[in-house]
């Protein structure tokens, strides 16, 4: 029995019955969440499908191959689990695992951490805090914001990082790495902000201070954004004036000439 894959309209009504689609399952359900349908693409197989009950009240269909919960399935059809990377889990607002109704089901945030902790560990065992420090096994790392060039025999301002190291678990040996603090500070979820919904997001300072990482400084915005360029503009001058100041003495050094 093949599924139909062309594209379905929003809403069908059959045998009086609204019904909505639910693209992830491939099947159709009511709000209410008491009725299932599926289409075939021979019509004389289009049929509601039994609605079964699971020991712990949950509601579910047998479609084969495989076995649909009903309330993903509404959820599905009617509210869409987010899609902007994090991980979420759905929710019975009533705490009513058989009652499958539309706007009983929600879509609730499984946090990484707790809202309030303000050190946070993450997934490459370096932890950051609230702040913008930045610790590896208890030692805080100290956050650069320049390196030397051997090829100009000058020191440049770079963007903001801490190096640190990690075991080859393949050689034997250690790599050295290195991470960009904003960059940190976002997956850590100290940034302000939803993302999701942004085509290029870029991490703002809102005191327009690159050297500012403490979270309430920190917000999610569009790089194509007035506030986001006008930062960026005065980083790079912060920075320019930065470097003057570490060449001060270096008889090699010039700026451009618009400088």
Same mark, same amino acid.
């Given at each position: =029995?093949?599924?139909?894959?062309?594209? !379905?309209?929003?809403?069908?009504?059959?045998? +009086?019955? *609204?019904?909505?689609?639910?693209?992830?399952?491939?099947?159709?359900?009511?709000?209410?969440?008491?009725?299932?349908?599926?289409?075939?693409?021979?019509?004389?197989?289009? &049929?509601?499908?039994? @609605?079964?009950?699971? @020991?712990?009240?949950?509601?579910?269909?047998?479609?084969?191959?495989?076995?649909? !919960?009903?309330?993903?399935?509404?959820?599905?059809?009617?509210?869409?689990?987010?899609?902007?990377?994090?991980?979420?889990?759905?929710?019975?607002?009533?705490?009513?695992? +058989?009652?499958? #109704?539309?706007?009983?089901?929600?879509? %609730?945030?499984?946090?990484?951490?707790?809202?309030?902790? *303000?050190?946070?560990?993450?997934?490459?065992?370096?932890?950051? *805090?609230?702040? +913008?420090?930045?610790?590896?096994?208890?030692?805080?790392?100290? @956050?650069?914001?320049?390196?030397?060039?051997?090829? *100009?025999?000058? =020191?440049? $301002?770079?963007?903001?990082?801490?190096?640190?190291?990690?075991?080859?678990? &393949?050689?034997?040996?250690?790599?050295?790495?290195?991470?960009?603090?904003?960059?940190?500070?976002?997956? $850590?979820?100290?940034?302000? +902000?939803?993302?999701?919904? /942004? !085509?290029?997001? &870029?991490?703002?300072? %809102?005191? /327009?201070?690159?050297?500012?990482?403490?979270?309430?400084?920190?917000?999610?915005?569009?790089?194509?954004?007035?506030?986001? #360029?006008?930062? /960026?503009?005065?980083?790079?001058?912060?920075?320019?004036?930065?470097?003057?100041?570490?060449?001060?003495?270096?008889?090699?050094?010039?700026?451009?000439?618009? #400088?």
């Amino acid at each position: =029995m093949a599924k139909i894959y062309k594209k !379905q309209p929003l809403d069908i009504v059959v045998s +009086g019955i *609204t019904l909505r689609y639910s693209m992830k399952y491939d099947i159709w359900v009511n709000w209410a969440g008491t009725r299932a349908y599926r289409k075939y693409n021979n019509q004389s197989w289009n &049929r509601f499908l039994q @609605i079964h009950t699971d @020991i712990n009240g949950s509601k579910f269909l047998n479609v084969n191959p495989k076995t649909v !919960q009903l309330d993903e399935a509404v959820a599905d059809a009617y509210n869409p689990m987010p899609n902007d990377g994090k991980k979420y889990k759905l929710v019975h607002n009533d705490g009513n695992l +058989g009652n499958c #109704q539309a706007n009983n089901l929600e879509w %609730k945030e499984v946090r990484k951490y707790a809202p309030l902790a *303000t050190r946070r560990k993450i997934g490459n065992g370096l932890t950051v *805090t609230v702040e +913008g420090k930045i610790f590896d096994k208890g030692k805080e790392l100290p @956050i650069e914001k320049e390196t030397g060039d051997r090829d *100009t025999d000058r =020191m440049v $301002a770079i963007s903001p990082k801490v190096r640190y190291r990690r075991k080859n678990n &393949r050689w034997g040996n250690y790599d050295n790495k290195s991470a960009n603090i904003d960059d940190l500070m976002a997956k $850590a979820d100290f940034v302000d +902000g939803d993302k999701s919904k /942004m !085509q290029r997001p &870029r991490v703002l300072h %809102k005191n /327009m201070d690159y050297l500012d990482f403490h979270a309430d400084n920190l917000e999610w915005v569009e790089e194509s954004s007035p506030e986001y #360029q006008e930062y /960026m503009k005065r980083k790079k001058e912060d920075m320019d004036k930065l470097e003057k100041e570490l060449n001060r003495n270096n008889p090699n050094f010039k700026l451009p000439d618009n #400088q």
